[in-house]
């Protein structure tokens, strides 16, 4: 574990779990990822767009099945593009290609919601097409939950935990009042949903940002201080942390 960064495993308790609830990362984290995994739900519509008796082009089931597959599709490639970013181009930061992900489907949810309903149907396809872009980041959102807690072994698994769980919930109860059958194909209350979900979301990722860099510079600025009281140098307390 010391080789990676990360904590070693410790006993956990009550007491720790109401320490951990005194830290921003208790909240904001899975506030984070429950936006994020409910912000993209929206390419099922597809489905009930190409079914809608009112489709000016009516096809089979086997036909509907297969021209709904590419959605799935460039999630995987956007997916694994995006953790290949995170990796390369943005040296280790995982923000950067989920801020752009979910830029994406603020744009994609608003055009859906704009362009009518049975006119340029090329348009429509290619928009829920587009809608699968930032589906598979799930892998980024975890990874960078695991680095903000990799001082604490326990609390990194309890917020990846409440993380995954929060956003089944609240995708338990929303789609009922706002993805009701119903209003498909259309479902206009569920896009601007989505929009208003991603639009949040863009203030909470830079929210994680700054709160992080904040500890980590507060986490520097400590090293240090011990570093003068033992002797060693800032730059050796900088090594020191970088793992945080």
């Known amino acids: 574990m010391d080789s990676v960064g990360r904590a ?26 429950m936006i994020w995994n409910n912000s993209i739900k929206f390419t099922g519509i597809m489905s009930f767009w190409l ?62 919601v704009n362009i009518p309903l049975w ?41 990846l935990a409440m993380s995954n769980d929060a956003s089944f919930v609240l995708q338990s109860i929303v789609p009922n009042f706002v993805w009701k059958q119903v209003d498909y194909p259309k479902a206009t209350k569920g896009l601007w949903y989505t929009a208003g979900l991603c639009f949040a979301l863009n203030f909470i990722i830079l929210l994680v940002r700054y709160l992080h860099n904040r500890d980590k510079r507060f986490a520097i600025r400590a090293a240090g ?4 009281e033992e002797g060693f140098s800032p730059s050796e307390s900088k090594e020191d942390v970088k793992a945080l």
């Open 225 to 228: 201080e011990v570093g003068d």
């Open 8 to 33: 070693p495993v410790r006993r956990l308790s009550w007491k720790r779990v109401l320490g951990y609830a005194k830290t921003w990362h208790f909240y904001i984290l899975p506030l984070m990822y």
């Open 119 to 159: 006119a340029n149907l090329p348009a429509h396809f290619a928009l829920y097409y587009l809608s699968g872009a930032g589906t598979n980041f799930a892998g980024l959102y975890f990874a960078w939950i695991n680095e903000i807690c990799g001082a604490d072994a326990e609390k990194r698994a309890l917020i």
């Open 51 to 112: 079914k809608s008796a009112d489709n000016p082009v009516q096809r089979g089931v086997a036909e509907r099945q297969h021209l709904v597959m590419p959605v799935t599709a460039i999630g995987i490639v956007t997916g694994w593009l995006g953790a290949w970013l995170s990796d390369g181009a943005f040296r280790g930061r995982r923000w950067p290609p989920i801020l752009l992900a979910n830029l994406w489907s603020f744009v994609i949810a608003v055009a859906i």
